[in-house]
């Protein structure tokens, strides 16, 4: 066999593997992931906007909400992992939790929340390094808008979570342990 017939049935062989990987790797199940938004945070005048996140029992047992908040660039700005009881509420204060300690010390005024329902490893709530996605988290959040400090409040709003989009968060979070020194990890709400 020449050279170039062996590249290409090797090329081949690795691509029939990596397929076959790819499609044996299941999706995340659906109801996992919940994205929403804040606007006019730790602004002079304006009111805490807050997120409130619960647990429906629909996967029979405690989950771990874990929390992605990204500023209004795109960056990861801080993450972490709390503890959600079934039927439990924890409201979290978008100002002292989610965007206190962001990664670069800049200050977020607007921005993303991604929250990720996962299971608990040993009965805890890891930094979401590495999870695995469990539907059942439900989540509502409070917006500050306009310059009049207007407050709404909507349900967060369901999206597709992929297993591409479980690897950024995932390596993202990391990313922000390894380097912040204890910057960039946010903190669980009150309740429970």
């Known amino acids: 066999m020449n050279r170039t017939t062996m590249l290409v049935v090797c090329a081949l062989a690795f691509a029939l593997c990596t397929g076959s990987a790819l499609a044996t790797t299941a999706p995340p199940p659906a109801d996992t992931l919940k994205v929403d938004y804040f606007s006019n945070a ?10 409130r996140i619960t647990d429906p029992n629909t996967n029979g047992g405690n989950i771990c909400a874990s929390i ?11 993450c972490c992992s709390c503890l959600q009881t079934p039927d439990g509420l924890q409201t979290f204060s978008v100002n002292a939790n989610l965007t206190n300690n962001p990664l670069t010390g800049k200050v977020l005024t607007g921005g993303l929340i991604k929250i990720v329902s996962t299971t608990t490893v040993a009965g805890v709530c890891p930094l979401p390094t590495s999870f695995t996605p469990v539907a059942a988290v439900r989540a509502w959040a409070t917006h500050i808008q306009n310059s009049n400090f207007t407050i709404t409040e909507t349900a967060s709003q369901d999206a597709t979570l992929s297993s591409s989009e479980v690897w950024r968060l995932e390596n993202e979070c990391s990313a922000i342990n390894t380097d912040g020194s204890g910057s960039g990890i946010c903190s669980c709400g009150s309740g429970e």
């Open 42 to 51: 730790n602004t002079a005048g304006a009111p805490d906007a807050t997120v």
């Open 68 to 78: 992605f908040v990204f500023d209004a660039n795109q960056e990861m700005s801080e």
